[in-house]
């Protein structure tokens, strides 16, 4: 559970995104999809959604209905030649943004629209960032599980280090509108005292060994992949390769989006057997924001 999550609209000076603004940011983001999909098509790049979008894709046919977000895998060979060919195809609408890059202070890529303004509790203070979409790379991983293992150990380690960072980068955030929540505080005196001793070290760099370490295997013939950075963390995102790159296309609202083929193998492990049972209106995650402004008429183009 996020810190963010704890913290409710009703105790706070928060905006909670209404039916009209999901309805909005739906559209936003399936035209973000569509302009990705439409330079991987064009340059044989593999992608996948991923999380809570591929679910929806299978579950629904497009977005869960609560959710607010599009999520998307690459294996780390494909996201470098889609690096590669981002500036000169979509540079003009949107940023590509590094671990460390700026605003981007998660461990993962993220693709950010220009003319956006979205900013989450989870943010610094002062900061403004434009709406994001993630890419969750697959990473190579060892075959020997010792290997495997260590990797997964450093990988966890610098997780670690990322998260209390981040915690402290995000306090007065997390304080000015969540203080009236004594979990919340507690969690977060405790992981920004952590912050505070290793951001010795620029918050930036950590992040950026961060990515270095997640990609240290270089090989692409690897039987497994990773994604150290997905919500269960290294030991829970190990994958069979070809169980996950091999890919078939589904309908997602009025377009289609890619999923792996034996998308099976992957819900089970992410949501257990029963994925396609909606969970209960209580443990549906509302999402808040300090600032909203998608200005999306200006920034969605066919």
């Known amino acids: 559970m996020s810190l963010s999550s704890l913290i409710k609209t009703t105790e706070s000076d928060l905006y909670e995104l209404s039916e009209n603004d999901l309805k909005k940011l739906r559209c936003v983001y399936t035209g973000i999809l569509k302009d990705i999909s439409r330079v991987c098509r064009k340059y044989s790049i593999n992608w996948t959604l991923s999380g809570g979008s591929m679910l929806g ?3 629904h046919g497009g977005f869960i209905p609560w959710d607010d977000d599009i999520d998307i895998f690459m294996t780390r060979a494909d ?4 690096r590669k060919v981002f500036k000169k195809h979509m540079s003009g609408k949107y940023n590509l943004l590094m671990p460390g890059d700026g605003k981007n202070i998660s461990v993962f890529p993220r693709i950010e629209l220009k003319g956006t303004l979205v900013q989450s509790v989870q943010s610094v203070d002062g900061s403004r960032s434009g709406l994001m979409l993630d890419i969750f790379i697959l990473e190579n991983t060892y075959d020997n599980k010792i290997l495997r293992t260590i990797h997964g150990m450093e990988s966890t380690v610098l997780l670690f280090i990322d998260s209390v960072c981040r915690t402290y980068a995000c306090k007065n955030n997390l304080m000015k509108y969540g203080g009236y929540n004594k979990k919340l505080c507690s969690a977060v005196k405790k992981r920004a005292f952590f912050g505070r001793i290793f ?3 620029k918050f930036e760099k950590w992040l950026k060994l961060t990515d270095k370490v997640f990609s240290k295997v270089k090989s692409d013939s690897t039987k497994y992949v990773v994604a150290p950075g997905g919500a269960k963390h290294f030991f829970g995102e190990v994958f069979e390769r070809d169980k996950m790159t091999e890919i078939c296309e ?6 289609t989006a890619c999923i792996p083929t034996n998308y099976d193998y992957y819900l089970r492990k ?10 209960s209106k209580k443990s549906q995650e509302k999402h808040i924001f300090i600032k909203f402004n998608l200005n999306y008429n200006k920034n969605l183009e066919d």
């Open 199 to 201: 951001s010795v070290v």
């Open 250 to 255: 589904v309908k997602f609202e009025d377009t």
């Open 79 to 82: 996201f470098e030649k889609f």
């Open 57 to 59: 894709a299978v579950r």
């Open 270 to 279: 992410r949501y257990g057997a029963d994925y396609m049972t909606p969970p």
